[in-house]
């Protein structure tokens, strides 16, 4: 029995030993490089433009929603890459992926709106843009809102560069 309280004893220690030394290869970095925490005051945090919540948005203020996330598209495609954190995701992206976000949202809690929001999805995915992350994601929800909707699922025929589409492949499956 005294066996097994040594055993416990050197395993929390040895534990705690390589929780506070890191070893050669742990780097203990702050999770915002200080390039990135320089550069980030020249991000620009603005507002919805639009309800939060979408239950009560009309035609016109979806209309203003995807505006406004074509806009954020091209002004994360012409970004300064030094924004962006190396070993991090790309911060760039932040405004496109929340107002994505808000347009799923918005189809969601109002079926009313899946036709132009189908329409976005298209326009999205087969936009001249370099942002192919950006477009699979919108492709891989154009797919869906199609099925979910009963609509034509022509997105197998749309013309978008075969990398977008392999990226799509590798996306988590949308839900509801």
């Known amino acids: 029995m ?6 416990a004893f050197c395993g929390v220690f040895l534990a ?3 929780e506070f030394v890191p070893g050669p290869a742990v780097s203990r970095r702050s999770p915002i490089s200080p390039q990135f925490a320089e550069t980030t005051e020249h991000l620009e945090v603005t507002a919805p433009t639009v309800p939060v919540h979408s239950d009560d948005m009309d035609h016109s203020q979806f209309s203003a929603l995807e505006t406004d996330a074509f806009e954020k598209i091209e002004r994360a495609e012409h970004a300064d890459p030094a924004l962006n ?3 991090g995701p790309p911060r760039t992206l932040f405004p496109v992926t929340a107002v994505l976000g808000r347009i799923a949202v918005a189809l969601r ?7 132009e929001g189908i329409a976005f999805y298209r326009r999205c995915a087969t936009q001249d843009s370099d942002l192919f992350s950006v477009r699979a994601v919108c492709l ?17 025929s749309l013309n978008v560069p075969p990398d977008v589409s392999r990226i799509v492949g590798l ?6």
């Open 109 to 115: 809690e109002n079926p009313a709106l899946v036709p």
């Open 16 to 18: 705690l030993i390589f």
């Open 2 to 7: 005294k066996y097994f309280y040594l055993a």
């Open 85 to 87: 954190d190396p070993e």
């Open 140 to 156: 891989r929800d154009l797919k869906y809102w199609e099925n979910r909707s009963g609509a034509a699922d022509d997105s197998d």
């Open 171 to 176: 996306l988590p499956a949308a839900r509801d």
